[in-house]
């Protein structure tokens, strides 16, 4: 027999889905037949299944260990795998969320069973530092609450407790935090803009394209708002505030005006991807979310209300701003990159 205590991370779910997770290789057939025979029982009662859980509940399986370990496995990969250890940039952490600094070329989250993404990364640091064990992973994964593409660098903010995934979630579903890029795009931007269209995505080739009003029927509507920090005749760094967060949307609508990201092959120009990679051995979309700035927050998150956090600048990206013959810098540039005239 096993006896198992619902832990806050695990509560507020009905007790099949849990018993799914934690019995992940039993048939459903026969966790049901379990439940009708009292082999599974809930706080010492006959359950259907179909009962919400509550903190301190009580699961008892009154099963053989041989048919427990049968049907419980992992069979999702972790980074603490030996020659996969990855060391995180933490760039702010509590007992319910963890900000990281992606680099470019991680992925957010896995896009086949075997990939090793940041959220595997995540795990595995949770696994080491003791702030999660094998047993609670069965039941709950820590997770990322917003994705960057995998050549995108910067802050992504991961929940370490339920609680921290559904804050965080909701707040990057509804829009209520704001959310700031860093990027190089081609041509000389001397204007702050604020810029809409519409946006349809190909999910076969996972590409999207900005249409007109006439096609927005079957498009999503997006909103980017952009500031020159500095800029030349050839090149611009901007801010970017995010403002929808759809897909490939900064490159792709910056590209619709003109001003595609240096180093983007998918939605940039050829020409100019070409020079950065030949001087600087740029590879991909010089892109990085840069700032993350909170709403007013309560309760046990209430320590986190209206603070702004900063992913720092990955190194190649400052080499290039650095090495760029700017006609034009703001404070606020030399500020947010630390480097000086």
Known sequence: MKIIII??????????????????R??????????????????????GGNEKLHTG??????????????????????????????????????????????????????????????VEHIISYLLDSGQLT??????FRPSVCNRLDRNTSG?????KTLAGLQMFGSLFRDRNLRKYYLCIVKGKVDKPSHIKGYLIKNEQTNEVRIVTSGEAEKAAPIETEYIPLAYSREHSLLRVHLITGRTHQIRAHLAYVSHPLCGDYKYGDRDVNERYRKKYGVTSQMLHSYELVLPVLEGEFAALSER?????????????????????????????????I
């Open 57 to 118: 509940d009580e699961v008892r399986l009154f099963l053989s260990d041989e048919t427990i370990e049968k049907f419980t496995g992992d069979d999702e990969p972790v980074a603490g795998a030996k020659g996969r250890n990855t060391t995180l940039d933490i760039i702010y952490e509590d007992s319910h969320v963890l900000f990281v600094n992606k680099p470019a070329g991680m992925l957010s989250q896995k896009a086949e069973k075997t990939d090793i993404s940041l």
């Open 155 to 159: 802050l992504v903010a991961a929940g």
């Open 308 to 340: 702004t956090f900063r992913a720092p600048v990955p190194a190649l990206f400052q080499k290039v701003i650095k090495e760029t013959a700017w006609e034009h810098g703001t404070q606020e540039a030399l500020e947010v990159l630390h480097w000086k």
């Open 26 to 47: 039993a048939p459903g057939s026969f966790l049901y037949k379990m439940l009708r025979k009292k082999n599974i029982t809930l706080n010492g009662r006959r359950a």
């Open 7 to 24: 832990k806050p991370n695990e509560s507020e779910q009905r007790l099949d889905k849990f018993l799914k997770k934690y019995m992940n």
């Open 134 to 139: 094998r047993e609670e992973l069965r039941t």
